[in-house]
């Protein structure tokens, strides 16, 4: 975990997530949290992730998502040497 993000304020904002209860409820808190562009920049991201993990190309996930690819790069890089929150989330939606 990287220890700058590590704050109050953060874990105030992963709380109030986890209170989350309905899709309906994640669609008001997160159109409420963020711009469209940020909100619609997070869900190319894990398009991105799921697309990598199915061993598209950075040309196929370029053409079907928008994403650049430093984008795609640096998803490439998480998947690879970060957290392994994509692949936990990955798994789980998989049950």
């Known amino acids: 975990m990287n220890k700058k993000l590590k704050t109050d304020a953060v874990d105030q904002l992963f709380e109030a997530i986890l209170s989350l209860e309905t899709k309906e409820e994640c669609y008001a808190f997160f159109e409420d949290l963020c711009t469209v562009n940020e909100l619609l920049s997070l869900s190319q991201r894990f398009d991105v ?3 990598l ?15 650049s690819t430093a ?10 040497y970060g957290n ?5 989330l990955f798994e789980r939606l998989m049950k």
């Open 49 to 51: 992730a799921a697309m």
């Open 71 to 80: 984008t795609i790069s640096r998803v490439n890089r998480s998947l690879n």
């Open 53 to 67: 993990r199915n061993h598209r190309t950075y040309l196929e996930i370029a053409e079907k998502t928008g994403a």
């Open 84 to 88: 392994d929150g994509y692949n936990m």
